[in-house]
């Protein structure tokens, strides 16, 4: 049995290639090249400036629509030079694919997380305020949308936690500050509960490989993959700050960040980010990459708290 972030079919460039040329001859996919693959889309970029997502999955394939209806409540929300990445063509299935792909315009930038840290600073900034516009868009017009809130009874979501518990024991003995968060998780009543506050449309999957920024300036260019959007916990989007920057950045974005939080909210984001840190740790185990990165998430996370 294949891992489930596995494709269910090998896609070669060739393929990709094969496949916009026979649905959109006026495209160029000469020169093909893949970007990038995640947990549900493998991304090709043409010479043109277009960047096909291809569904890894048949759940994947499904996720276009919804994604349609996101893109659409989110665009012309977030600050001026934040781009979304809005489908404008989308290939048929086939016998040669089965299922839909689509393409949006590439937008230009490089994962948050490799640029200059002299940028960080002016970057906190903007993140408050691109954080404060996705979370003023109205439950009502997220609802219309399809966009639906966290339960804490998925079972998807349950399963997913308990596979991460079950990998757990494998990352003692390495790391004395991974030794301490492995034990503080295996302590505390899993999965989360639902969040009873007041529910705010949330991006619900940022990192900083979601967040493009413009290599030569430090500005933010644009936010990516949306599938994930619910209605939320405002403070689950600063969770991957606390993980990447530690404790402090965070801060730093809320001074930008154009909403009041609750009395509860900073507890509630330093309990997610030491629950998911682990989680995303546990996970990098799984599929043997990026293991160091996230180990230095969990040091972010616990180290400076003690």
Same mark, same amino acid.
């Given at each position: 049995? +294949?891992?489930?972030?596995?494709?269910?079919? =090998?896609? @070669?460039?060739? &393929?990709?290639?094969?496949?916009?040329?026979? +649905? $959109? =001859? *006026?495209? &160029?996919?000469r020169g093909l090249k893949h970007i990038g693959s995640g947990w549900e889309f493998d991304a090709f970029l043409t010479n043109d400036g277009w960047v096909f997502r291809f569904p890894r999955r048949a759940e994947s394939a499904k996720? $276009?629509?919804?994604?349609?209806?996101?893109?659409? /409540?989110?665009?012309?929300?977030?600050? =001026?030079?934040?781009?979304i990445p809005r489908a404008q063509f989308v290939g048929?299935?086939?016998?040669?694919?089965?299922?839909?792909?689509?393409?949006?315009?590439? %937008?230009?930038g490089i994962a948050a997380d490799e640029i200059d840290e002299g940028f960080l600073p002016a970057l906190a900034g903007q993140l408050g305020k691109a954080l404060g516009a996705i979370h003023s868009i109205p439950e009502q017009a997220a609802r219309a949308a399809g966009v639906v809130e966290m339960d804490s009874d998925d079972e998807g979501r349950q399963e997913?936690?308990?596979?991460?518990?079950?990998?757990?024991s494998a990352l003692r003995g390495v790391d004395a500050v991974v030794d301490r968060a492995v034990g503080w998780v295996k302590e505390v009543s899993l999965p989360l509960q639902r969040f009873q506050g007041p529910l705010r449309f949330i991006h619900h999957d940022l990192s900083p490989e979601h967040l493009l920024v413009d290599p030569e300036t430090g500005r933010l260019s644009g936010? %990516?993959?949306? @599938? &994930?959007? %619910? /209605?939320? &916990?405002?403070?689950?989007?600063?969770?991957?700050?606390?993980?990447?920057?530690?404790?402090?950045f965070a801060e730093?974005?809320?001074?930008?960040?154009?909403? @009041?939080? #609750?009395?509860?909210?900073?507890?509630?984001? #330093?309990?997610?980010?030491?629950?998911?840190?682990?989680?995303?740790?546990?996970? *990098?185990?799984?599929?043997? @990459?990026?293991?160091?990165?996230l180990t230095g998430w969990v040091h972010n996370v616990f180290a400076p708290q003690g």
């Open positions: 049995m +294949s891992a489930p972030w596995e494709p269910d079919r =090998p896609l @070669t460039v060739n &393929d990709a290639s094969a496949l916009i040329r026979q +649905s $959109f =001859p *006026a495209i &160029d996919s996720l $276009f629509d919804a994604e349609r209806r996101v893109h659409k /409540l989110v665009a012309g929300r977030l600050p =001026p030079g934040v781009a048929p299935p086939s016998r040669a694919f089965a299922y839909p792909f689509a393409a949006h315009a590439f %937008i230009p997913w936690i308990g596979q991460r518990l079950e990998v757990l936010i %990516i993959d949306w @599938t &994930d959007a %619910i /209605l939320g &916990d405002a403070a689950r989007d600063f969770v991957f700050l606390v993980a990447w920057q530690g404790p402090a730093e974005v809320l001074l930008s960040y154009p909403h @009041t939080v #609750d009395q509860g909210f900073r507890e509630r984001l #330093d309990f997610m980010a030491r629950v998911l840190s682990v989680m995303w740790l546990a996970l *990098a185990h799984e599929r043997h @990459t990026e293991v160091e990165k």
